[in-house]
């Protein structure tokens, strides 16, 4: 129950995200605004911000590697695009890396790295040899002897 209840939130936060970015694309076309170079380029950028900002929200909810990296690149290439239109293509090419690196950094520092626990023995899930050895042991002594088959001959 709880997991179809989270889902339904973030599927209500989708849509509402989609929302938001189809009002602002809409009045970016029939507005003269003249906010971005053209509207469907306004609608992405909208749709990489929020759903970027989801992603952060469930790394940090789930302690997930995997959406830190997709807000990364979502929030990374939408601030590229934005500074591409207002600075200079290479200053835009600082500010993607320089995002990229600080999403780096929170993942590894909120989710720990876990190769390190796997290299020191340290993971819960690791067990040494001795530990595998009397386990192994412990099981073929529980096991009960099996009766062979009984191999009927041609001859019979």
Not at 83 to 98: F, K, N, P, Q, R
Not at 120 to 145: C, G, H, M, T, V
Request: aromatic share 14%.
């Amino acid at each position: 129950m709880k997991k179809s209840k989270s889902r339904l939130v973030i599927g209500v936060a989708a849509i509402f995200i989609l929302l938001v970015s189809l009002a602002v694309t809409l009045c970016d076309a029939f507005i003269p605004l003249n906010i971005w170079i053209h509207p469907v380029l306004t609608f992405i950028f909208c749709l990489f911000v929020g759903f970027g900002i989801l992603c952060i929200f469930l790394g940090f909810a789930r302690k997930s590697v995997w959406f830190f990296f997709l807000s990364a690149i979502m929030i990374g290439l939408a601030f590229l695009y934005a500074a591409s239109m207002e600075l200079e293509w290479w200053i835009g090419l600082i500010i993607l890396v320089v995002i990229w690196a600080i999403f780096g950094i929170i993942s590894i520092v909120y989710n720990g790295n876990r190769t390190e626990d796997i290299a020191l023995n340290k993971s819960p899930d690791y067990k040494d040899y001795e530990q595998r050895k009397a386990e192994k042991e412990a099981a073929e002594k529980n096991e009960e002897p099996k009766e062979l088959p009984k191999i009927k001959s041609f001859k019979e």
